[in-house]
Structure formats: C-alpha cells, structure tokens
C-alpha cells in the first residue's frame, strides 16, 4: 500500500484533468468559429456569457420597439448593436471615424444612421425625439466632467419619459481597481451626476457585472 507521501493518486488525476479539458476547449473554438465577425465579441458575447446575456434580456431586449427610435453610444463593432435593429430609426454615435467605419463593415441597415461626435454630443438627432438610448463598453473609460457634459447633451435628445441605460465603472469593484482603464468612478458618485443633471433614477444594477454597474434612468 503506498505511504501518505505517494504521488502516485495525483499523477493518475492529471491525465483525467486534461482529458475533461478537450471538450470546453473544442467548445471554444466552436463558438469562435461560429459567432458573427463582430469586434467587441473578445470581451464578452451576451448571447454566450451568463452576465451580458442577463443584460441583454433586462435592459435592452425590452426596449426595443418598432415604432421608437434609438441612440447607441460607442457602439465598437457591433456587439450590442445587433440587438437594437428593430428600432425605427437608430443612430450609432462614437468619436472614432475607424469603429464606425468597423461597424459599417457588418451592419447597413437602412434605418442605422452612423454619426461621428465631439466626444460629447449628438450632431443632427432632433431634440426630443429620442426613446431609448444605451451605451456599454464606453462611460467606465470616461472621467466625470466627460460624463457631466454627456449627460447634459442627452437631456437635449431624450423625450419626457425616455429610457437611458449606461454601465459605468464601478471602483467600489476589485476588477475595476485592477483595471488601469477604468475611469474613478462609483454608483454615489454616478448616481449624484444623473440626479444633478436632472433625470430621475428608474434602476441601478450594483452586482451583475464584476467590474462596473448599470444605471438606468429617464428624463
């Protein structure tokens, strides 16, 4: 019988680890090779990943309606986007010229308008005309005074009872710390700018995402 020292039960494991490593690895590659060609999808696929997907079908998916009209902001290449088509109209607005011109390369729907900013603003979207307006992936890189003007901005857009939905960085979150990229930000600090910009609060989502939080809120 070998003695307590032995190794000999942990070199037998090791093959049975790797061998029930195969399938989550063909598994990955599977959905590689069978998602849309979307930049963006390398930090998450909502249809895929349990968070995003609870993002998805919460704060998006429900808001979308034929006959309203959209503004996403920072859309990258389309991983959110893809969800917000059904809108009668929806503008893409980001400060970048390449990601739109990325976002062209896979959606030319004729009721997408792709829009080129300041970094703060909306150029040729009617004030109030707006019924739902998202962003995801862009404010937990922004400061507060970036975040301040924005909000001014959208209350220009945004009908009397419109929904806006944006995750900020939460550096309340280890992850946020740890994340260089992440603007110094809180839900009391995100929360103190909606309510001085002067919108009212309709929900905060503080632990979904392990990084950042969701604020959603109308004019």
Known sequence: MPDLDTTLHLKMVRPKKKRRLLPRIFA???RELTSPNVYGLQWGDPDVVRPLRFIRDRYVLPYVKSEHMAVEIGPGGGRWTRYLLAFKKLYVVDYHAELLAELKKNFRDSRMEFI???GTDFPGIAERSIDYLFSFGVFVHLDAPI???????MKMIL????NAVIQYSDKTKIMAQLNESFSENTPEKMRTMVLNAGYTICEE???TMWHSSVIRFTV
Request: charged share 25%; proline share 5%; glycine share 4%.
């Open 116 to 118: 080129k900013n300041n």
């Open 159 to 162: 009908k009397p009872g419109a």
């Open 205 to 207: 989502d503080l632990t």
């Open 147 to 153: 975040i301040e003007t924005y909000l001014a901005n």
């Open 28 to 30: 990955a590659i599977r």
